[in-house]
């Protein structure tokens, strides 16, 4: 099957699928040691249509939506006016990026990442900041590639759980 790769803005109707697309990303990604009931409650509490469907109304979010051949295979969200923590004068925050993992290297993320990018430029003239789990090696290097260098350390809570995370900014073009 040939891939026709769509980048376009996400509306009300994705809801259903960017909940779906999320949910498995992240327990692909980030629950490789299984599940437990803070993990459960986080996907049931906050992976939810309700909570994709109101962000294409958020003012402050955007949220960009990848297809092939009009599957749904990643997506991106940034939000604006918030602040980096690492003091970083850009806010413009790349909250998720997320591609399925049957399409991961062959680009999809790199042209979310550059539609979102283009989107804080216009709207906030500013680039991207983002947090990346520590231990996420492989998001780590896509970044570095694409030109983000780490400007500070934070830490995610979920449950009893701490996770140490890397603040990283895009390039200041
Ligand atoms: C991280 C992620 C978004 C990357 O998206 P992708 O579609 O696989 O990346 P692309 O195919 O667009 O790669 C773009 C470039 O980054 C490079 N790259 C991608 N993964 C890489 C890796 N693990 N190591 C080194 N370079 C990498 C590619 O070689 C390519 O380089 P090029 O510009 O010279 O061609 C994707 O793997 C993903 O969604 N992972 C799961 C969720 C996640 O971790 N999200 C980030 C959380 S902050």
């Known amino acids: 099957m040939r891939h026709s790769l769509q980048i376009r803005t996400g509306q009300l109707g994705d809801a259903d699928r960017l909940a779906v697309l999320a949910i498995q990303v992240w327990l692909h990604t980030d629950c490789t040691h299984g599940i437990n009931s803070e993990v459960a409650q986080y996907v049931l509490s906050e992976l939810t249509v309700e909570r994709f469907s ?14 092939c051949n009009e599957w749904l295979v990643g997506y991106a969200a940034v939000k604006f006016g918030a602040s980096c923590p690492s003091g970083a004068r850009s806010t413009a ?23 979102a990018e283009a989107k804080a430029r216009g709207q906030s003239a500013s680039p991207l900041w983002l947090t ?4 996420n090696a492989r998001a780590i290097a896509f970044y570095a590639r694409q030109g983000y260098s780490q400007v500070g350390t934070t830490h ?11 603040v990283l900014i895009g390039a200041d073009t």
Do not use: D
């Open 54 to 67: 109101a962000r294409p109304i958020e003012p402050e979010s955007h949220i960009l939506v990848a297809e």
């Open 93 to 115: 925050e790349l909250q998720t990026l997320y591609v399925q993992e049957h399409f991961v290297g062959r680009g999809v993320g790199r042209s979310l990442l550059m539609a």
């Open 132 to 135: 990346v789990n520590a231990q």
């Open 156 to 166: 995610v809570v979920l449950g009893q759980g701490r996770y140490e995370n890397h």
